[in-house]
T-cell receptor, first 114, second 116 residues
């Protein structure tokens, strides 16, 4: 079984400032890692994913994440945020063995202020 | 041209009623899912179907019954609704998982279920 921890429930940040949203996971098997974004009253949209290869993954809207196996982390970063980035961000994992079951973290509310 | 569409978007009903939520995807995907998001925004998978066959069935009360008439549709029927069923229910779809890459899931906009 896997679990995902997003320690920060809310992250306030000023526009054009950098941001990092933290994600740590626990699993006894190899995993795939994902970040999804949820805008108000909408479904989830995939930001980026790590399957294998380079540990630095670039996604949409200028976001990137780095997989760190030794620290079991997959933190999401953006060098300069915009008001439009205000949303809920979810980290998720699935095992590589079979099926396609996503286990989500509890989400981090990113609030970008002027 | 919505990829994953759910109806209705809002559902307000009395305790004890039976209701259904419909989901359709036009992406040609093989696998569909139902998730429940509670008031604290925690997302948990409920069911997954692959080509109309149930492949994931989490610990969900048997009042919840998914039905997949074809691989483009996965409906969720809920009997004897309870207050704790109030949540946002999301449908999602993906290509069948391959050994090479994990296909991302595409989500609908959710159905907000409120039990009075």
């Amino acid at each position: 079984a896997q679990s995902v921890t997003q320690l920060d429930s809310q992250v306030p940040v000023f526009e054009e400032a950098p941001v990092e949203l933290r994600c740590n996971y626990s699993s006894s098997v190899s995993v795939y890692l994902f970040w999804y974004v949820q805008y108000p009253n909408q479904g989830l949209q995939l930001l980026l994913k790590y399957l294998s290869g380079s540990t630095l993954v670039k996604g949409i809207n200028g976001f990137e994440a780095e997989f760190n196996k030794s620290q079991t982390s997959f933190h999401l970063r953006k060098p300069s945020v915009h008001i439009s980035d205000t949303a809920e961000y979810f980290c998720a994992v699935s095992d590589t063995g079979g099926g396609n079951k996503l286990t989500f973290g509890t989400g981090t509310q990113l609030k970008v202020e002027l | 041209d919505t990829a994953v569409s759910q109806t209705p978007k809002y559902l307000v009903t009395q305790m004890g009623n039976d209701k259904s939520i419909k989901c359709e995807q036009n992406l040609g995907h093989d696998t569909m899912y139902w998730y429940k998001q509670d008031s604290k925004k925690f997302l948990k998978i409920m069911f997954s179907y692959n080509n109309k066959e149930l492949i994931i069935n989490e610990t969900v009360p048997n009042r919840f019954s998914p039905k997949s008439p074809d691989k483009a549709h996965l409906n969720l029927h809920i009997n004897s609704l309870e207050l704790g069923d109030s949540a946002v229910y999301f449908c999602a779809s993906s290509q069948e998982r391959s050994a090479i890459s994990n296909q991302p899931q595409h989500f609908g906009d959710g159905t907000r279920l409120s039990i009075l």
